[in-house]
């Protein structure tokens, strides 16, 4: 099921200066879908989730489920589980490494099956993301974890109900303990919890499976465990937050306007305080908001927050952005320590920004100027792209394979807008050929 071959060094070609106009339709939320998909293994039966998108990391997820017995099928943006083929309980490595969500299913399979075998997750390098809050909640809830190098063993025979409180919100974890306790004998309160929609879209997913919880979207979570779970479910997964919040960006830097069509302003707002501080136009309408950014920016300070505070996978985007505003700007990381990787290729293209530790420094300059870069991970290469629809001349970013990870049809997307965008392959000869990352 991969998406395009890894060997190679796969890159896209952008000619900056053009101003963004249309409408582009978001697709569904790899964060929601990947909570989704991992959930689906506690039913026994037949899962069918509806507005998945066809992303990098999706694929694999579903690569990890089929290693596993879990078959699927695709039917335009739905995607069909046969769950009841469930016999195995030791993911591959390979396969695990790719992606830290896959994490989220070592205790639905323990639950499943009494028994799993769980690689070490990867992902992006973006800073220390320890599993130790999934592995805290999991044996508080009666799992037995032995860890080895590069791998968790868990067993169980019934998960119980349990009080657990998080160090810090944790989306991942909250979606993975918040799912295991919907069949946990008696009551599970997690107590500071993540608020995300992704979080509030998993709860939804367990409840039309006929979970019991109470308090989603709140700090305070409460599960009342069930005996078992429906047989056969369907769900829809939310709008992607983070690429409209993307698209939102792309419309400023190109000096343009652009409609974002199936997205939920709701879950945008942090982001939209600040653009529009920056004096940006943002209309917002039913299931359909307007972003008008003629004209440079002003400078805004940002610090990055769990939701509903600003994203953390928006602060790259939002450098690209604040690297041509009006003035000087301060954008505070407080999540991931590495999540900086974009400045120095931002530096390429003429930006005056400068990282100190998890403190970043830009002072807005009038435009960038063309430059060849490279994508560290997935929102700093969307970044990346966005800041050269602001440079004059052709650019390059390579490694857009951390791109494919998280955005459906990207440059198929700013095409449709009017970037002059394409994609091409390197091989080791320096010899290019135009690719598609697309199934």
Avoid at 52 to 60: F, G, L, M, N, S
Avoid at 89 to 101: C, G, Q, Y
Avoid at 195 to 202: G, R, S, T
Avoid at 366 to 392: K, N
Wanted: net charge negative; charged share 25%; hydrophobic share 40%.
């Amino acid at each position: 099921m991969a998406i395009m071959d890894e060997t190679t060094l796969d890159a896209a070609r952008i000619v900056g200066g053009r101003s963004l106009s249309g409408a582009v339709t978001i697709s569904g939320s790899k964060n929601a879908a990947l909570a989704l998909l991992s959930g689906s293994l506690l039913v026994d039966g037949q899962v069918r989730l509806n507005n998945v998108p066809k992303i990098r990391d999706i694929y694999t997820m579903l690569d990890i489920l089929d290693a596993i017995g879990v078959k699927s099928t695709w039917n335009g943006s739905s995607v069909t589980l046969k769950t009841s083929g469930l016999d195995k309980n030791e993911p591959p490595t390979d396969l695990v490494a790719k992606m830290r969500a896959s994490f989220y299913i070592f205790g639905p399979m323990m639950a499943r099956m009494g028994r799993a075998v769980m690689p070490d997750p990867g992902g992006c390098d973006i800073g220390n993301r320890p599993v130790n809050y999934h592995l805290n909640g999991l044996q508080a809830m009666g799992a037995t974890i032995i860890a080895d190098p590069g791998q968790y063993e868990g067993t169980v025979d019934s998960f119980a109900g349990a009080k657990i409180y998080l160090d810090l919100p944790s989306a991942g974890a909250t979606q993975h303990l918040m799912t295991v306790a919907t069949i946990a004998r008696g009551s599970t309160t997690i107590e500071n919890a993540a608020a995300e929609p992704e979080v509030v879209n998993l709860a939804g997913f367990l409840a039309a499976c006929g979970a019991d919880i109470e308090g989603v979207g709140s700090p305070t979570i409460t599960i009342n465990g069930v005996h078992k779970l429906k047989r056969e479910v369907e769900f829809d997964v939310i709008p992607d937050r983070l690429e409209a919040g993307t698209f939102a960006i792309s419309a400023v830097v190109s000096k343009g306007q652009v409609i974002l069509k199936n997205a939920d302003g709701d879950h945008l707002q942090a982001l939209f305080s600040k653009m529009r501080d920056a004096g940006v136009e943002i209309e917002e309408r039913d299931n359909e908001i307007s972003i008008s950014g003629h004209g440079r920016p002003k400078a805004v300070d940002i610090t990055t927050m769990p939701y509903p505070g600003f994203p953390t996978d928006l602060q790259q985007p939002m450098c690209a952005m604040l690297a041509i505003a009006d003035g000087a700007s301060l954008v505070k990381e407080t999540l991931y320590e590495k999540r900086v990787g974009h400045v120095p290729e931002l530096q390429r293209m003429g930006a005056d920004i400068n990282a100190d530790g998890r403190t970043i420094v830009i002072r807005g300059v009038d435009r960038l100027h063309a430059a060849s870069m490279r994508a560290q991970d997935l929102r700093g290469g969307a970044a990346l792209v966005l800041a050269t629809l602001a440079a004059e001349g052709e650019s390059e970013v390579h490694n857009m394979k951390y791109v494919d990870r998280g955005y459906e049809r990207f440059e198929d997307k700013l095409r449709g807008l009017g970037a002059d965008i394409e994609r091409f392959s390197t091989d080791r000869s320096g010899k290019r050929e135009h690719v598609s990352p697309n199934p």
